[in-house]
C-alpha cells in the first residue's frame, strides 16, 4: 500500500492515487505502482495483490511497443513494481481518447448532453456503439479530487497548453490510440478509450509519460460476440476496472459527498486480484508470474539500491 525509499539524492517524493513518484537530484525519477486501488478519484482502504506489477509491467511493454510514435519517459524497470525514468514538467491535462459511447461518455449521453468536451457526440447512439472516428475529451489533471473535462479551445484559450504544442498532442494521441487498437485486436480485444498524458523533457522534446494502455487506464472489451451483445442491446464483455466501478454503484457508492464507501471482503479482493491477473495474460498474451508479496517494500528497496550501483 505504500512505500517509504531512502535514495541517494532525493529531492522530494509525490504520493499519487495509486503511485508513488520519488524525485532525484540527477534529473531522474522513481515510480513505485502500489496494489492501492482507486475508483471514482477515492483510494479503496485495502490493496489488491499484485496489481501494481500488473500495472507496472503492462505500461512497461506498451511504452516499448509504441517507442517509434513517441518518444517516453522510461528508462528501466528494476523491480515488477518499479519504473525509472527521465524526468519531464507534465502537462497539465490528459489526452482522453474514445473510440465507443462508453463509461462517462455514455453515463452523459444518457443525461442528454449530446455534447462532450466541445465534441458532439451523434444522435440515436446506443451505449457501446462505435464512433465514427475516435473522439478526443480531455481532462484537467487534478491534484486532488476529481479531474475535469475541458475543451481544446478553453485549454488553448487558458494557456494550459499552448496551439503548436496541443495539436501535437493530439497527433500523438490518435497514433497511439490506433497501434493499442492493432495489439489489442491480436488478442481478440477492442481497445474502446484511453488516457494518455505526456510531458516536456529537460531538451524541450514532448514525451509520453505514466502509464498506457493498462487496465486503470483504458477500457478493453472482448471482441468476440461485441456485435451479438450490441444488437441484442446486453452489456459488453469488457476488460477494465469499470467491473470494480460498477460494484460500488450497485452498493451506493460513487465518490460523492455523504456516501459511504462499501466494505470489501478478503473473498471480493481475491476476486478482484484473480480478475486483474487475467487483465494482464489477456491484454499482453503472455503468462503472469507472481512476484513475492513478503515484505514488498524491502524488496523494492533492495532491486532500485542494485540498479542504481550498477549504472
Given at each position: ?182 495489439i489489442a485486436q491480436k488478442q481478440g ?123
Amino acid at each position: 500500500m505504500q512505500t517509504n525509499l531512502e535514495l541517494e539524492g532525493l529531492e522530494s517524493k509525490y504520493i499519487g492515487k495509486v503511485r508513488e513518484v520519488y524525485r532525484l537530484q540527477n534529473k531522474r525519477l522513481v515510480m513505485i505502482a502500489t496494489d492501492r486501488l482507486s475508483a471514482f478519484d477515492v483510494v479503496l482502504p485495502k490493496g489488491i495483490p499484485y496489481k501494481g506489477q500488473i500495472l507496472n509491467q503492462i505500461a512497461t511493454q506498451m511504452m516499448k511497443a509504441t517507442a517509434d510514435i513517441v518518444p517516453n519517459w522510461l528508462e528501466a524497470t528494476p523491480d515488477p513494481n518499479v519504473a525509472v525514468g527521465k524526468l519531464c514538467e507534465p502537462f497539465k491535462v490528459e489526452m482522453v481518447i474514445r473510440g465507443y459511447l462508453s463509461g462517462h461518455a455514455a453515463r452523459t449521453y444518457k443525461t442528454g448532453g449530446k455534447m462532450l468536451c466541445g465534441v458532439p457526440m451523434p444522435e440515436g447512439m446506443k451505449e457501446n456503439d462505435q464512433f465514427n472516428t475516435p473522439i478526443i475529451t480531455p481532462a484537467t489533471k487534478a491534484e486532488e479530487g476529481h479531474d475535469e473535462d475541458i475543451s481544446r479551445e478553453e485549454i488553448i484559450r487558458q494557456g494550459i497548453v499552448g496551439e503548436a504544442d496541443y495539436t501535437q498532442l493530439e497527433k500523438y494521441t490518435r497514433a497511439l490510440f490506433q497501434r493499442g487498437t492493432e495489439i489489442a485486436q491480436k488478442q481478440g480485444l477492442i481497445l474502446v478509450d484511453t488516457k494518455y498524458e505526456f510531458g516536456k523533457s529537460a531538451e524541450g522534446e514532448i514525451v509520453l509519460i505514466d502509464e498506457i494502455h493498462t487496465p486503470d487506464s483504458s477500457r478493453y472489451f472482448y471482441e468476440d460476440g461485441y456485435a451479438e451483445r450490441q444488437e441484442k442491446g446486453l452489456p459488453q464483455k469488457q476488460l477494465s476496472k469499470e467491473f470494480v466501478r460498477q460494484w460500488l454503484i450497485s452498493k451506493g457508492f460513487q465518490g460523492l459527498d455523504g456516501q459511504q464507501l462499501p466494505e470489501m471482503d478478503e473473498e471480493r479482493i481475491t476476486s478482484i486480484s484473480e480478475r486483474y491477473i487475467e487483465l494482464y495474460e489477456k491484454i499482453t498474451g503472455n503468462s503472469f508470474t507472481k512476484a513475492s508479496l513478503e515484505d514488498i517494500p524491502k524488496r523494492i528497496q533492495t532491486n532500485i539500491d542494485r540498479y542504481f550501483s550498477s549504472l
